[in-house]
C-alpha cells in the first residue's frame, strides 16, 4: 500500500461533498480511503451508528492505498489550505468494514417509499423529545437509540430471503444526500450485513454477533 500523494487530490476532490456532511455531523469523524482496482471510496463512521461510504473512478492509479485520516484534515488538503496530505490515523480506525463482494440484492424501493418513512420518523423523535419535556432537542439517547433501531421497511426476494432496514439507515441515506429525488435505493444483504444503496452513496449496517458464554 502506498499513502496519498499530490496526484490523488483531484481524484479526491469529488469525495469531498460525502466529508464535509461527516464533519458538520461530527466534526473529529475519522475517513478510511481506499484507492484499489481504479476506484477511490470512503468510508466514515458517522455518529448516530452507520458507516457510509461513497466510490468514485479513479483512472490511472494503479497502485493500492489504504488509509485512514481525519476528514476535516483531508478536506483541508482537498481544498489546498494545506500542502501536505493529511497523517495517517489508521491506528484510530475501530470499525469493521462490509464484504467486497457476495451481496444479494432483495429489492428496489422508489424515493417516494423512502422519504416519507424518514419524515415519520423525525416526527417520531421530535414528539417523544415533547413527552419528555425538551421540545426542540432530541430525546434521552435510549429512547432516540430505540426510534432509530426500529424497523421501518422489509423487503422480500423471490426465494423468501428477507431485510429488515431501520429509520437509522435510510435517516443516514437521505442526511448525507445520497438519494436524489425520483431515484430508487437498492436493499442487499450479506451475511449480518445489509447495505442500503443509492446514487450518491452508500449506508451499511451490521448485526452484531451473537456470543454465549459458558
Known amino acids: ?48 451508528g452507520v458507516l457510509v461510504s461513497r466510490t468514485v473512478e479513479a483512472p490511472g492509479r494503479d497502485v493500492s492505498t489504504d488509509v485512514t485520516a481525519r476528514a476535516s484534515e483531508l478536506l483541508a488538503w482537498l481544498d489546498c489550505e494545506t500542502d501536505e496530505p493529511p497523517p495517517a490515523r489508521d491506528v484510530e480506525w475501530r470499525t469493521g468494514l462490509p464484504p467486497a463482494t457476495g451481496w444479494a440484492r432483495i429489492e428496489s424501493v422508489p424515493d417516494d417509499v423512502v422519504r416519507p418513512l424518514v419524515r415519520s420518523g423525525a416526527v417520531a423523535l421530535r414528539d417523544a423529545a415533547v413527552r419528555e419535556g425538551v421540545p426542540g ?9 430505540a426510534l432509530l433501531d426500529s424497523t421501518v421497511l422489509t423487503v422480500e426476494d423471490d426465494t423468501g430471503t428477507r431485510a429488515e432496514v431501520s429509520l437509522r439507515a435510510l435517516s443516514a441515506l437521505t442526511r448525507m444526500g445520497f438519494l436524489p429525488h425520483g431515484g430508487r435505493t437498492l436493499v442487499d444483504v450479506h451475511g449480518r450485513w445489509t447495505r442500503v444503496v443509492a446514487e450518491y452513496g452508500t449506508v451499511y449496517l451490521e448485526q452484531p454477533s451473537a456470543l454465549t458464554l459458558r
Open 1 to 48: 500500500m502506498t499513502p496519498l500523494t499530490g496526484a490523488d487530490r483531484e481524484t479526491l476532490h469529488e469525495l469531498a461533498p460525502v466529508l464535509r456532511r461527516a464533519v458538520t455531523l461530527d466534526a473529529q469523524s475519522l475517513t478510511r480511503i481506499r484507492l484499489v482496482d481504479r476506484t477511490a471510496t470512503a468510508l466514515v463512521r458517522l455518529p448516530f
Open 137 to 145: 432537542a432530541q430525546p434521552r439517547a435510549e429512547v432516540a437509540d
